[in-house]
Nanobody
Framework: QLQLVESGGGLVQIGGSLRLSCTASGFTSDRYAIGWFRQAPGKEREGLWC????????NYLSSVKDRFTISEDKTKNTVYLQMNNLQPADTGAYYCAADNVCWDQSRFGNSWGKGTQVTVSA
């Protein structure tokens, strides 16, 4: 059974950086995609980035395109989300999810992690 565990969240000041990690175990296929999502209090969940098993990437949210980057370390079964120049609007719970391909965000996610909290303060 596929399991995803997020880590790296925390409290950061405006303009600061964090790197989130999503470590996966239990893959049953070599073809997969891992996506990062977030949900702010009282708001709908939104997709950020997605990466496929062969390195293809897809952006879901243009407002983070120049500040957040997604990458993968296959040796560690880990996908990262590097977040720079963080702003209060980036506060929320951050989740990673897995699927076969980077579907549209509305249909993405056969498996989900439990999330990690990011709080950006002044």
């Amino acid at each position: 059974q596929l399991q995803l565990v997020e880590s790296g969240g925390g409290l950061v000041q405006i303009g600061g950086s964090l790197r989130l990690s999503c470590t996966a175990s239990g893959f049953t296929s070599d073809r997969y995609a891992i996506g990062w999502f977030r949900q702010a209090p009282g708001k709908e969940r939104e997709g950020l980035w997605c990466i496929t098993h062969n390195g293809g990437i897809r952006n879901y949210l243009s407002s983070v395109k120049d500040r957040f980057t997604i990458s993968e370390d296959k040796t560690k079964n880990t996908v990262y989300l590097q977040m720079n120049n963080l702003q209060p609007a980036d506060t929320g719970a951050y989740y990673c999810a897995a699927d076969n391909v980077c579907w549209d965000q509305s249909r993405f996610g056969n498996s989900w992690g439990k999330g990690t909290q990011v709080t950006v303060s002044a």
